[in-house]
């Protein structure tokens, strides 16, 4: 079984700067997708980016970067210029690329951004 | 386009009672799944219809089922209810233009969840 490791229960960021999210995982197979997933409070569960497997670049959505390591099987987040809208909990999550399109979610990170 | 929605959004149950929670996809998505969203648990898979059919479940008992109607439309159930099941009950749907996997990376697209909380 699959499994996501997030070992940061929360985080903090000064408003500007960067800040990086950690998440391993656990699995056998050799094609398979991460995401991370962010949550603001009392509101709906966005992606925030993707990246397969098989590809060896790392995935970038404006601000947001990963550092997709698959010998070591880490996947972590950068977020850079942090802004007040990205304070939520971030969850880092894996699926099989055959197949269901069922997500195993790490338990997540709570960042908080100061201003 | 209009996102997924759950409904309720939030609901109060007693021990022993049984509860339905209703979720519409984003139009054109075949693909509902559904999770549980605790404190102690994180987010745990419960489901996913294609339609109509369940193709995939869970490690959670038999007093969690769901079904999905003709037009995507989901609904999940749970009978006797327990303190336990006291939950955000989050559904999801995904594009299945592509089978799963072949060029299709399977985005889901979140609802607000239904807060369900269980006396």
């Known amino acids: 079984a699959q499994t996501v490791t997030q070992s940061q229960p929360e985080m903090s960021v000064q408003e500007a700067e960067t800040v990086t999210l950690s998440c391993t995982y656990d699995?056998?197979?050799?094609?398979?997708?991460l995401f991370w997933y962010k949550q603001p409070p009392s509101r709906q569960m966005i992606l925030v980016i993707r990246q397969e497997a098989y590809k060896q670049q790392n995935a970038t959505e404006n601000r947001f970067s990963v550092n997709f390591q698959k010998a070591a099987k880490s996947f972590s987040l950068k977020i850079s210029d942090s802004q007040l809208g990205d304070a939520a909990m971030y969850f880092c999550a894996y699926r099989r690329r055959a197949g269901s399109y069922q997500l195993t979610f790490g338990k997540g990170t709570k960042l908080s951004v100061i201003p | 386009k209009a996102g997924v929605t759950q409904t309720p959004r939030y609901l109060i149950k007693t021990r022993g009672q049984q509860v339905t929670l209703s979720c519409s996809p984003i139009s054109g998505h075949r693909s509902v799944s559904w999770y549980q969203q605790t404190p102690g648990q994180g987010l745990q898979f419960l489901f996913e219809?294609?339609?109509?059919?369940?193709?995939n479940k869970g490690n959670f008992p038999g007093r969690f089922s769901g079904r999905q109607f003709s037009n995507s439309r989901s609904e999940m159930n749970v009978s006797t209810l327990e303190l336990g099941d006291s939950a955000l009950y989050l559904c999801?749907?995904?594009?299945?233009?592509?089978?799963?996997?072949?060029?299709?990376?399977?985005?889901?697209?979140f609802g607000e969840g239904s807060r369900l909380t269980v006396l």
């Open positions: 999801a749907s995904t594009s299945t233009i592509g089978l799963a996997g072949v060029g299709n990376p399977g985005e889901l697209f």
């Open positions: 699995t056998s197979e050799s094609d398979y997708y």
């Open positions: 219809y294609f339609s109509e059919t369940q193709r």
